[in-house]
């Protein structure tokens, strides 16, 4: 199972944090969690031999992602935009970087998507889609309907994301047959702000689902 805690922003939900697989730096300035390039580094820097950090960008000009590059040393690109497949193909090939894209799911449709860009990215996220008005693409607290994915082949590596909790991560990984899961609301005091307690429970929960 494997586990990531997206949109750390500070030192004590790192902390809390290690014993995750994977965390997760949004480099998106409208959100409340964004955080710039040396910021992320020196996050990075709290925990020493720590879990992979993913770069969470979206719809990023190659310019944003050198720049951020030069500053953080990061293992995997998440592209949270409407990055066609050509662009995942592209920002892979320029950059050298396992590039993990997140797909909106609200249907069983919107899962063929995945079929397109499975050969030019190396990980999935599944994750709701964003609310009619909502101001960011991601980081919602808004799940989808995990049946859609019970049985269902996916054709690359993929985590479940939306909406999850330390409370509800076991039944959603059961429902969903996930290999990996994804947070970031659930595991705040308010939103943008991570609750280390409520961090280490999420990845207590789901790492004994
Ligand atoms: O978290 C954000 O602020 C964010 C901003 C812009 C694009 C994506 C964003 N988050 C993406 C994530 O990976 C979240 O962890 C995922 O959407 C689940 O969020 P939540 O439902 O809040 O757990």
């Not at 992602?65 to 040393?73: H, Q, W, Y």
Request: hydrophobic share 50%; with cysteine; proline share 10%.
């Amino acid at each position: 199972m494997l586990v990531k805690i997206c949109g750390i922003n500070d030192e004590a939900a790192m902390r809390a944090a290690a014993g995750a697989d994977l965390v997760g730096y949004v480099f998106f300035p409208p959100s409340p969690r964004a955080v710039t390039p040396a910021r992320a580094a020196a996050l990075s820097a709290t925990v020493s031999g720590g879990p992979l950090r993913v770069g969470l960008f979206v719809d990023p000009t190659d310019d944003q992602l050198a720049e951020t590059l030069a500053a953080v040393p990061l293992d995997i690109l998440q592209l949270h935009g409407e990055e066609t497949p050509d662009r995942c193909a592209a920002i892979r090939a320029r950059f050298g970087l396992p590039v993990m894209k997140a797909l909106g799911i609200a249907s069983a449709a919107d899962l063929d998507a995945l079929a397109a860009y499975a050969p030019v990215v190396d990980r999935f996220l599944l994750d709701a889609k964003a609310p009619p008005g909502a101001p960011l693409p991601g980081g919602n607290a808004a799940p989808f309907d995990w049946t859609l994915t019970a049985g269902r082949a996916i054709p690359r590596p993929w985590l479940l994301a939306g909406g999850l909790t330390p409370d509800n991560v076991a039944e959603a990984i059961r429902i969903s047959g996930a290999p990996g899961v994804d947070v970031s609301s659930g595991v705040e005091a308010s939103r943008g702000v991570k609750d280390p307690a409520r961090v280490a429970a999420f990845v207590a929960a789901a790492r004994a689902a």
